[in-house]
Each structure stands twice: as C-alpha cells, then as structure tokens.
C-alpha cells in the first residue's frame, strides 16, 4: 500500500505548556490518524528559540516513525509555507494591570501577522484552530487578515469548554463520558459562555429528564464549567496546559471524522446570515457536524427556552464588544 501524502501541522507558541503536550500527541498520530505522515512547522517568538531547539531535540529523541520532518522558526511567513492545519497557541497573556482592551490590540498585532502570513503562503485549503486568548476575537482576526483562505476554515477552541460539560454531567449522573452526547456551547471562550443542559443528553435522554435538580443545573453546573479555567489555576499553580491540549486533538479530530448520526460538537465559528440570528461575522461557538472531510456545518433548529437565550445573546454582547474595542485600534 502506498504511504498518504504528508500533512504539515504548524503549532504557534512552541516552547509554551500547551504545545509541550500538544506536539507529541499529534506526532504519534493521534490527531489526523496512525497511518498519516506528518511535518512539524513550529513558530516561536525569537527570544525562545532556545528552549524550542530543546522541544525540537525531544520530538526528534522520540522516534515517531509518522513524523518526517521538523521545522522551527520565528518568521512565520517563512514557516507557515503549505500548511494544511494551523494551531495558533502562543498568544500574549495579560499582564499586571493591563486592561482587557490592551490585551485585546497587543493580541490583535500577533494575529494580523498570523493571518496574512496563513494568506500568503499557507495551503490554501489550510484548516485554522485558534486556541490562544481571547480566542475567538484572535480568531476574527486571523481570519479577516487572509482574504484567500474560506471562511468556514477558521475556528476557535470551545472544545474543551464541551468536554469539561461532559465530565461535569456524567460524574453528576454517575454515567461514563460516553453516555453524555450533543453537548453544545454556545457563544463565547470566556466566563460568559453557555454550557447547554438544556438539549444535551445522557443515554439518549434529555439531561432535564435524568438530573431533576433544575438549580444544580442553571446554577453549580454552569458556574462549574465557566470558571473551570480559574479553578485549575487556584489549585495546580499553572493554567490547565494537558487538558487544552487534549482538546485541541478532538477538535480538529471532529473535523477529520464523521459526527455520529444525531450528534455534535462545539466549535468557535463565522457567523452568518443564518445561523441563529446572531450577528454575522463574529467567531462564536455553535453545535456543528462534519462529513470528516474537514468541513463543517452548523446544526440548526436546535431549541433556546429563555434561560439559554437571555444567557446567549449577554455572551454575544461580550463578542460585540471585543471586536468594537478593536476597530480603529490595530490596523
Ligand atoms: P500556554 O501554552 O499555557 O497558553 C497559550 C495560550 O493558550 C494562552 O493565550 C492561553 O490563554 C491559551 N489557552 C487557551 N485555553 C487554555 C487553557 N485551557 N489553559 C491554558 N491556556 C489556555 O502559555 P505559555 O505562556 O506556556 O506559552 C505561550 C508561548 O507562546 C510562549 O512560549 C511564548 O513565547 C509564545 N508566543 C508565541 C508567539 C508567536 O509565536 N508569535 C506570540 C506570543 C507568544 P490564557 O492566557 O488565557 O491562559
């Protein structure tokens, strides 16, 4: 049998947490398949390009009979070269007193970079997974600086938000992970985002049916996953690195597998004329399925009672805001 053409897989932010248990996972096929030959493009800032030599040397010291090829660097229109997924992951976090609008430009300016390097030289087919802060607005961005790339190849990470959900719902319910399906977030990667209890289920069930402690849901559940982020921090002393990373694996793992019948999954995506009434062109997470052709479409008429709409739109304001600190601001 003749060997799959090589994939190439660029991850930003090389020599950070997330990537250091990112890299190794996709490099042993766990992302676009155990019979997928891969090349590794990581993009580092220049000041650590020393530790990612290191990361290099490790990947190499691995042996990975699917990893053919390892390129590092720190210009990313050198780089990003042919590219068919890119996992942006290095993003500026925020620093002692800086405001959120500031936050928002100094990210603005490693993304606009990002996206018109994706747009010159990238695949241009290239799939895009924004996981860095504020993702989805990073992910406007980017994807607004590469004209030439299709708009639907672009998402922000809402995975983990829907596998966090998960794990909350099934340890509540004492069920496996598995029985828990059709977990949807919906809006934005931040404390204003909406875990669906509501038209999630577990065995097949509506979640409403099986847990029959509406407060718990509305209330614990939702707070439980919302600030799921801060928790980890208060209680390891670093952010949640192994779990983003893991979920970074699923997300783009939905795009290349067939969604079960009757399924979903939550991914950061451009809205459009129809899709919900939100307001178009805001990256923002909606149940979606895939042929596991590495498209997406999103799944409509999926009920909002009045909880999830009040809780949805005060999300989609949040979004609104994000990009309206940025007009005028970066250019
Ligand atoms: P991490 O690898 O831990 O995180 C990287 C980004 O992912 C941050 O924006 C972080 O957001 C975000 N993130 C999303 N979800 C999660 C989650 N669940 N848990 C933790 N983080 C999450 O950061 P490090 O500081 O270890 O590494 C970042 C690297 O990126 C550095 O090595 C830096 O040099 C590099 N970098 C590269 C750039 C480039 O390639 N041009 C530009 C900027 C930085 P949050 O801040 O909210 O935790």
């Known amino acids: ?3 799959k053409p090589l994939k190439r897989v660029l991850v930003t932010g090389g020599a950070g947490q997330i990537a250091y248990n990112l890299l190794f996972r ?12 891969l090349a590794l493009h990581i993009l580092e800032l220049p000041e650590a390009m020393k530790p990612l030599e290191g990361v290099r040397m490790e990947l190499e010291d691995c042996a990975f009979p699917l ?4 390129h590092i660097g720190s210009d990313a229109e050198e780089l990003f070269g042919d590219v068919h997924y890119a996992l942006l992951v290095g993003a500026k976090p925020r620093g002692p007193g800086m405001e959120r609008g500031d936050l928002l430009k100094e990210n603005a300016k490693i993304f606009i970079e990002q996206g018109r390097a994706l747009n010159s030289v990238a ?3 290239v799939k895009v997974l924004v996981v860095g802060n504020p993702c989805n607005t990073n992910c406007l961005i980017t994807m607004t600086n590469a004209p030439r790339i299709p708009r639907k190849n672009f998402h922000a990470m809402t995975r983990l938000d829907q596998n966090r959900a998960v794990a909350q719902l099934a340890l509540r319910a004492h069920v496996e992970v598995s029985s828990i399906t059709n977990m949807t977030i919906w809006g934005n990667h931040s404390s204003t985002q909406v875990p669906d209890f509501v038209n999630a289920k577990i065995s097949g069930k509506p979640v409403l049916d099986v847990i029959k402690d509406h407060s718990w849901l509305e209330n614990e559940f939702v707070g439980t996953v919302q600030k799921r982020g801060a928790a980890v921090i208060a209680s390891r002393g670093k952010s949640s690195a192994a779990s983003a990373a893991s979920s970074a694996i699923d997300a783009i793992k939905s795009l290349v597998t067939p969604t079960p019948r009757g399924e979903w999954f939550s991914s950061g995506v451009c809205s459009d ?4 009434g939100v307001q178009e062109n805001l990256i923002f997470s909606f149940p979606c399925r895939s042929k596991g052709d590495g498209h ?3 799944v409509d008429n999926i009920p909002w009672n009045t909880f999830l709409r009040e809780k949805i739109h005060a999300s989609e304001r949040e979004l609104l805001e994000e990009r309206s600190l940025l007009e005028g601001g970066v250019s």
């Open 273 to 276: 004329e129809n899709s919900y």
């Open 26 to 37: 996709i490099a042993t096929g766990e992302m676009l398949g155990f019979d997928q030959p």
């Open 1 to 3: 049998m003749t060997a």
């Open 123 to 125: 695949d241009p087919d």
């Open 296 to 298: 997406y479409e999103i």
């Open 67 to 70: 990893l053919k090829e390892v």
